[in-house]
Every structure is written in C-alpha cells, then in structure tokens.
C-alpha cells in the first residue's frame, strides 16, 4: 500500500501569498517614508522606525505627534495602545503553530501584522496545512518590503510636497478591503447566517463604544466581542 504523504507549505509558497500585501505596503510605505521626511526625520531614522516599530499606523501617529512636539512618553504610550490588538491576533494564531519552537514562536509574533494575519486566516479558512517555514516566508517578505518601501519614501520625500496628492495615503485604507474580503468571502459562503451576524455585532458595539472610548479600546472591546458571539453562535457545528 503506498504511504500517503502529508502536504506541507513552503516559505517560498509563503513568500507567493505575500504578493498582495506587498503590492499595499509599497504605496503606504512609500506615503509613510514621506510623511517622516516632511517632519524632519532623516532617512536612518524612518529605516529604524520600520525596523523596530513596524507598524504602518503606529508610525503614522509617531509623525504626526512629532510634528507637534509630543512628549516622548505620550508617544510611547499611543504607539502601545494602538498596537494593543496584536495581543489579541497573537493568541488566536498561537494554536496553530504549536510545533513551533521558542525562538520560531517569537519570530512568528514579532513579525505578525494586521495584513499577514489577514492572509493567514484566509488559508485557515480553506483547511490548509500551516508550516512555521510558510509563515516567515509570509512575515519576513512583507516586513522587507515594508522597509524598503519607507526608505524610498524617505528619499523621495523632499521631492513630493504631499502623499494625499498622489492617493498615497488610500494605500492601506484599499489593501485592508482586499484581505477583508478575501478573508470572509470563504465562511459567508459556507455559514452565511453566522458570519452575518457576527459581522453586525461587531460593527454595532464598535460604533456604540466609539461614542465613549478611543478608537483603540473600541477596536479592541468590538474584536472581543464579535468572538464571543462567534463562539455562541457555533452550535450548529
């Protein structure tokens, strides 16, 4: 009888399922390397702010409060909370990479985006098999691209008075629409009562909780939320 192999995904197959985000992170790195020169970052600075920040709207944010001479510690702690949700996509990817081990874990979630998860999810969705080496080949093309992109922002930055000008700034507004729609097309076609109405329940707590807490709690509250009806709502299953 012929020993049936166990499919595995590659990082090069990781670095193929990068490609959209990639083809986002060159618009919105190139306007977040822009708006940074036109607060007087240097170049070194913007490459180092890619590097250990990684976050396009954490950086965006850091510019902006830069611009009107924020105090360290204000931005140190906006930055914090508004990549608070990380916490919440690291746990829910942490089940699946249980073969992992310490140092491949840390490199998983430090390198762990809104738009890598978003991808990830996607394939989990399909029942695809998951590999350590098809997640950094994922993470690590999106957070080279991401870096590149910011260093040319930056070198372009004095030639270009404004990123909005250029549509720049819809970069990351136009990906998030992509990978969201990619990432529910799959269970709304299976389960679409489900979907629909974990979708709603989050859209409405995240509207209500606006009214009275930051956006960044809001998120957070509204994402916590939508999976505790997704868990309630999974009795048919």
């Known amino acids: 009888m012929e020993k049936q192999m166990k499919p595995t995904i590659t990082f090069r197959e990781g670095v193929e399922a990068c490609l959209p985000t990639v083809l986002g992170y060159l618009g919105i790195g190139l306007a977040a390397g822009v708006v940074g020169k036109s607060v007087g970052l240097s170049v070194f600075s913007i490459l180092m702010m890619s590097v250990f920040i990684y976050a396009g709207s954490a950086q965006f944010i850091i510019c902006g ?93 004095e030639y270009i008075p404004s990123a909005e000008k250029f549509g720049l700034d819809f970069a990351l507004i136009a990906m998030f629409i992509g990978l969201f729609v990619l990432q529910v097309d799959l269970p709304i076609r299976k389960r679409t009562r489900q979907t629909i109405v974990v979708l709603v329940s989050v859209c409405v707590s995240l509207y209500l909780m606006m009214a009275v807490l930051s956006p960044e709690l809001s998120v957070l509250i509204a994402t916590l939320f939508g999976c505790f009806v997704g868990v309630v709502t999974n009795h048919d299953n």
């Open 65 to 157: 409060m830069i611009a009107i001479q924020a105090p360290v510690a204000s931005i140190v702690f906006t930055a914090f909370l508004v990549n608070l949700r990380h916490f919440l996509m690291s746990m829910s990817v942490a089940p699946h990479f249980k073969q992992a081990n310490l140092w491949e874990s840390i490199g998983i979630g430090t390198l762990l985006t809104d738009e890598s998860y978003g991808v990830l999810a996607t394939e989990l969705a399909k029942k695809q098999t998951i590999s350590v080496a098809w997640m950094n080949g994922l993470n690590v093309m999106a957070y080279l691209t991401w870096i590149v992109a910011t260093i040319i922002g930056g070198l372009i930055g």
